[in-house]
């Protein structure tokens, strides 16, 4: 059974930083493009960021561009979201998912996502 879990998040002052991990297990992880979502309250799921199964090729969100960096480590089974210069709407729960058919090109809809984490509480506060 596919197994993802996050980590990293935490309240936080705008304008500072986190990184989120999500560890993920009993699957061939290297085989897979991921993602990043995020969810607030009382707001659909959005697509955050995603990477390639390589980890050569990653598409943003334009609300986070510049700002956010999604990245992987193969050898350790994980990927990672680095957010800086956080701003309060950037509050809300963060998913990391895989998609569902493995490789080729990063996709953004959750549909296209068929396993994810339990999610992690990002909090920033003006």
């Known amino acids: 059974q596919v197994q993802l879990v996050e980590s990293g998040g935490g309240l936080v002052q705008a304008g500072g930083s986190l990184r989120l991990s999500c560890a993920a297990s009993?699957?061939?992880?290297?085989?897979?493009?991921m993602g990043w979502f995020r969810q607030a309250p009382g707001k659909e799921r959005e697509f955050v960021a995603g990477?390639?199964?390589?980890?050569?090729?990653?598409y943003y969100a334009d609300s986070v561009k510049g700002r956010f960096s999604i990245s992987r480590d193969n050898a350790k089974n994980t990927t990672y979201l680095q957010m800086n210069s956080l701003k309060p709407d950037d509050t809300a729960v963060y998913f990391c998912?895989?998609?569902?058919?493995?490789?080729?090109?990063?996709?953004?809809?959750?549909?296209?996502?068929?396993?994810w984490g339990q999610g992690t509480q990002v909090t920033v506060v003006s």
């Open positions: 990477i390639s199964w390589r980890g050569t090729s990653t």
């Open positions: 009993e699957f061939s992880f290297k085989t897979y493009n």
């Open positions: 998912a895989r998609d569902q058919t493995g490789a080729g090109i990063i996709r953004r809809r959750t549909s296209d996502f068929g396993s």
